[in-house]
T-cell receptor, first 116, second 112 residues
Framework: GAGVSQSPRYKVAKRGQDVALRCDPI?????LFWYQQALGQGPEFLTY????????KSGLPSDRFFAERPEGSVSTLKIQRTQQEDSAVYLC??????????????FGPGTRLTVL | GNSVTQMEGPVTLSEEAFLTINCTYT??????LFWYVQYPGEGLQLLLK?????DKGSNKGFEATYRKETTSFHLEKGSVQVSDSAVYFC???????????FGDGTTLTVKP
C-alpha cells in the first residue's frame, strides 16, 4: 500500500476485555515501532521489531501488553484485561531499513482506544 | 534516559507572523533530531530533520538548526499561513535502533 495502515481506527472496550490492534507497514519496510499517545501528550515508545524479531520491548507498560510480527510484515498489538488507563491512541510506524537514528519513520493514522 | 522538552502551547498567531517553537533535549550519544507535524484528522508526518550538530533542516518554509552546545532544535518560520495550523512535535531518535523520544507537542493556530 501507499502508507502505513492501522485497524480498527476506533475501538471501544469494556474494562477487562481483550483487544487486538493491527498494523500494516509499508511493503518491504524492515523495522516497525509501536507507540502509545495519551491525550495532550507526545507518543511514547512501546516496542520495536526488526523483521519478525522483537528487539526492544522496554516500553510495554505491563505484562498485559503483547506484540507480535510473526512473518515480518503485519504486526498486532494485543492488550489483555484492558484498564481505563490504557485509553490512548496507539501509533504504528515503519522504517525502510534496520532502524538507525537518521531514518524517517512513517506513521500510520493510529487506533484510538477508549476503555469504559 | 533521553528526553525532549517543548515550548508549551497553544500558540496563536496572525497570518504572516513569525513563528518560533522552542525545543531542547537531553540525550546520550549523538541523536538525530526531528520535527513532526500532525494536521487535524491526519497522522504524524515528518516536517524536517537534522542528523548532526550544526545541520539545518528545512521544508515548506520551516527551519531548525541542530545546536549541540545548547542542546536545542528550535523550529522557525518567517511567515505563517492559516494552513500551518497543526500540532508540532519535536523528537530525537536513538542512535542504535531508531526509536524516537517525543516532546508533548505544541498546538499552533494561525488566524487570517
Amino acid at each position: 500500500g501507499a502508507g502505513v495502515s492501522q485497524s480498527p481506527r476506533y475501538k471501544v472496550a469494556k474494562r477487562g476485555q481483550d483487544v487486538a490492534l493491527r498494523c500494516d507497514p509499508i511493503s518491504g519496510h524492515v523495522s516497525l515501532f509501536w507507540y502509545q499517545q495519551a491525550l495532550g501528550q507526545g507518543p511514547e515508545f512501546l516496542t520495536y521489531f526488526q523483521n519478525e524479531a522483537q528487539l526492544d520491548k522496554s516500553g510495554l507498560p505491563s505484562d498485559r501488553f503483547f506484540a507480535e510480527r510473526p512473518e515480518g510484515s503485519v504486526s498486532t498489538l494485543k492488550i489483555q484485561r484492558t484498564q481505563q488507563e490504557d485509553s490512548a491512541v496507539y501509533l504504528c510506524a515503519s522504517i525502510k531499513g534496520r532502524g538507525g537514528s537518521y531514518n524517517e519513520q512513517f506513521f500510520g493514522p493510529g487506533t484510538r482506544l477508549t476503555v469504559l | 534516559g533521553n528526553s525532549v522538552t517543548q515550548m508549551e502551547g497553544p500558540v496563536t498567531l496572525s497570518e504572516e507572523a513569525f513563528l518560533t517553537i522552542n525545543c531542547t533535549y537531553t540525550a546520550t550519544g549523538y541523536p538525530s533530531l526531528f520535527w513532526y507535524v500532525q494536521y487535524p484528522g491526519e497522522g504524524l508526518q515528518l516536517l524536517l530533520k537534522a542528523t548532526k550538530a550544526d545541520d539545518k533542516g528545512s521544508n515548506k518554509g520551516f527551519e531548525a538548526t541542530y545546536r549541540k552546545e545548547t542542546t536545542s532544535f528550535h523550529l522557525e518560520k518567517g511567515s505563517v499561513q492559516v494552513s500551518d495550523s497543526a500540532v508540532y512535535f519535536c523528537a530525537l531518535s536513538d542512535t542504535n535502533a531508531g526509536k524516537s523520544t517525543f516532546g508533548d507537542g505544541t498546538t499552533l493556530t494561525v488566524k487570517p
